[in-house]
């Protein structure tokens, strides 16, 4: 599996520009589903079907990066944030655009460290003036991080493991699957970063029984960190709350369930800030019963996200379990 | 000039009726089928291909006032509908309520001020319209609280490319979504004036939902910043350079084959064209994106400088190419030039 992760982690794709990982995704899955089909906003929703209740199981596709509002006559770009960026993330980075020219941030001559902001940031893709750089990158490109995948033994680390993590989950639990007892709608969605945007319309379209969305959480295990009772490899959540949802309680308890009867280690998980397809889910029309699966990952939204494997592979059993579960409400 | 009577009409957010009968006298003559719904918005509808379904959207409303109450001097309190910079308030003519009172927004005089209070902006506390009342009384005979205000701004030409006037914002977008809708196509075209935009997109969200449109085109006057103490590289548009395209605001990110099939034509057709620089701020086209199962959108606007302000600035080149462009991403797409 760890070569599944290290491709879909990879693949470029900021929100908006989901192309490439897109069909990266749709080859891996065509031999393991019924039917597929990309929707107005670009989510690629696959059926497999197994009978019974409609169950949509969403992981975005899209990761955070930056776009390009200007070229000064040298040929310096400067941008604005595609998702949440921090300006302390990203100096000396490498960004990577869609047709893979590579670039390298820069910053203004700052009086103090606190002056720091994304506007004193600049892109430098090594050419000498506008022309030159206008062969390669034009207004409105969107970048993303450019990061090789690491193998750390146990540990993880890449960029965008926020949410191609869960989007290697989804793939494999599609493959592993033996009895589905729901029609499943596995949507890898677009534009979650920029809010929720894609799970949104197809959640509307597929109209589920029951929504799930995979994603990354917080954790509470590096030093001075956030308060949080979320750890590496202590298995995947079983989501509670936060800022876009308070998880359906019968999903909840379904989710806990699934994992005890087939012995997966699970933490329970109150997320602070921070939102998920799940929340655009839930408020769909007439309301869905909504939940969420997530892996806990250190450095989210830097070139360096770190998860552990073993949670990825409890995460796929249990999402494994939920799709052979039937879930009664 | 419809530009003009539009700019001068009375139509803050929630009182958009005056917009919506200018609108309609001048498409009489072009459109058969009308609908104002629930809301206000005004739908115009034209052809029935049984093709593509295409959404246009101007919003037809402005920023405005609103009295909130009368002191018992006559003088008359408000809060703000939509963003309007609370700096640019003081010392305004203003039209207040159906009656349309003259009035002006007054304040403390600056020998009157205070050493810190000279170094603030006023706030909405320390300000009240002056319609010449001279009790509660008197007011009342005239206004009651509820009623909108709007500055008193004329229509000017400054040259003959450069024209003045208030509400820009989106009033250059309804005269441009009037003079496409004059042409025929061979589409299902749907000409939407929508209702409080400025107050959080409200009126698109229902007409799309209504619409179910495969593909929607949003008409703004959006924001320039070419103008100091900007950097360049903080433009946001430039007056004079032709159509804005957004590729991505707060809102929305906008469809990439609608945009490059109008960097085609404005290429193929010599239209000048820029791309908005910046991704703050919101349009309707961020709900008629999320509205049903989705829908492609993009946005074209014509820069306006100062906008949200008594006074706003285009370009009349920039207008006319923007309608130009419009009517040819229009014809593109019924000629089948153009598929999702």
Sequence with gaps: MKELIKKVVETYGPAGSEAQIRELIRSEIAPYVDEMRVDALGNLIALKRGGGKKLMLAAHMDEIGIIVTHIDKNGFLRFFPVGGLSPLTLIGNRVMFENGTLGVVGAEKLEAQKDLSLNKLFIDIGAASKTEAEVKVGIGDVACMSREFADLGTRLVAKAMDDRIACAILIEALKAVRKPTYDIYAVFTTQEEVGLRGARVAAYDITPDLGIAIDVTRTGDTPESITMDVSLGKGPTVKIRDSSLLCTPSVRKFMEEVAQQNNIIYQLEVLEAGGTDAGAIQLTKGGIPAGVMSIPCRYIHTASEMVDYSDVQNGVKLLVGIMETEFKG | ?340
């Excluded at chain 2, 977008?173 to 409080?196: M, N, P, S, W």
């Design chain 2, 1 to 340: 000039m419809l530009l003009k009577k539009l700019s001068e009409a009375f139509g803050p957010s929630g009182c958009e009726g005056e917009v919506r009968n200018i609108l309609m006298e001048e498409l009489a003559p072009h459109v058969k089928q009308w609908r104002r719904d629930a809301l206000g918005n005004l739908i115009a509808v034209k052809g029935s291909a049984g093709g593509l379904r295409v959404m246009l959207a101007a919003h037809m409303d402005e920023c405005g006032l609103m009295i909130s109450s009368i002191d018992r001097s006559g003088l008359l309190r408000f809060r703000k509908v939509g963003g309007i910079d609370d700096r640019v308030l003081v010392s305004k003519h203003v039209i207040v309520g159906s009656k349309k009172i003259s009035g002006v927004i007054g304040a403390k005089a600056v020998h009157l001020q205070k050493p810190d209070e000279r170094n603030q902006v006023i706030p909405l506390s320390g300000l009240y319209i002056d319609v010449g009342a001279k009790s509660k009384e008197d007011a009342e005979k005239l206004i009651k609280i509820g009623d909108y205000a709007v500055f008193a701004t004329e229509f000017k030409a400054l040259s003959d490319t450069v024209v003045v006037g208030k509400s820009f914002d989106d009033r250059a977008g309804c005269a441009v979504l009037v003079e496409v809708l004059k042409d025929e196509y061979a589409l299902d075209i749907y000409g939407a004036f929508t209702v409080q935009e400025e107050i959080g997109l409200r009126g698109a969200g229902v007409a799309a939902y209504a619409i179910e449109p495969d593909l929607a085109i949003v008409l703004e006057g959006t924001t320039c910043s070419d103008i100091p103490p900007s950097k360049e590289y903080g433009y946001c548009t430039t007056l004079g350079q032709g159509p804005a395209i957004t590729i991505m605001d707060a809102s929305v990110i906008c469809d990439r084959r609608m945009i490059a099939e109008l960097v085609r034509i404005a290429k193929d057709h010599d239209i000048p064209l820029q791309f908005k620089r910046s991704v703050t701020g919101g349009s309707d086209a961020g709900k008629i994106n999320q509205t049903k199962a989705g829908v492609p959108v993009v946005v074209i606007s014509v820069p306006c400088r100062y906008i949200h302000s008594p006074v706003s600035m285009l370009n009349l080149a920039d207008f006319h190419n923007t309608i130009k462009l419009v009517k040819l991403f229009l014809k593109s797409i019924a000629e089948g030039g153009f598929v999702l």
